[in-house]
């Protein structure tokens, strides 16, 4: 993989409404008006920020633009004094017929990315056009930014998916990767 123009860092959404109360919230038409962080999730994205040193008043800020990222990212952008930028491409992984339901449908839709990452079971986003949909932003972020840092605010599986990107891996590869927590933050970039 050749050298990037930028340092890029994930950043994933605080603890969420829809974490607490166990549910997969994916369909943007709920995800970008409720669900946004709990007090919970607040605090750890503040506790995150104070441990990230790499960021600062120079750094660009790109977020989801469902609540509870933009929520995470109005944090950032308060204690740095920086913009915010909304993507859609930053979005949740869709997840089809288990929108609204139980947090325990996840490990089906990862185990179905496992067996076949370009398929949309349930209706759910395959892993393969999310991994595609999260590598076009780092394709715009190189095009248009240069000797940047770049924080991404988005969600756990794009997140991951992304890191598999980066790390040359296919999306069915997405879940061997160490998990991106609440309100945590990782370098992108290869060493």
């Keep these: 993989m050749q050298p990037f123009n930028n340092i890029y860092y994930a950043f994933r959404h605080g603890q969420s409404r829809a974490n607490t109360e166990g549910i997969i919230i994916s369909d943007p038409t709920i995800g970008t008006v409720d669900y946004g962080l709990t007090e919970v999730g607040r605090q750890q994205v503040f506790d995150s920020l104070s441990k990230a040193d790499a960021f600062d008043a120079n750094t660009l800020l790109y977020s989801s633009d469902f609540l509870r990222t933009r929520e995470t ?67 715009s972020m190189e095009k248009l930014h240069h000797g940047k840092t770049i924080v991404l605010v988005s969600h756990g599986d794009p997140l991951m998916l992304l890191q598999t990107a980066f790390n040359n891996l296919g999306p069915e590869r997405h879940r061997s990767l160490p998990y991106i927590e609440t309100a945590a933050w990782r370098k992108l970039n290869p060493l």
């Design 73 to 139: 990212a109005a944090i950032i952008s308060e204690t740095l004094g920086i913009e915010t930028v909304l993507d859609e491409r930053l979005r949740e992984r869709f997840f089809g017929d288990w929108d609204g339901k139980p947090h325990a449908n996840y490990s089906k839709a990862w185990k179905n990315d496992l067996f076949d990452p370009t398929q949309e079971f349930h209706g759910a986003e395959s892993s393969s056009s999310v991994q595609k949909r999260m590598w076009s932003v780092i394709q």
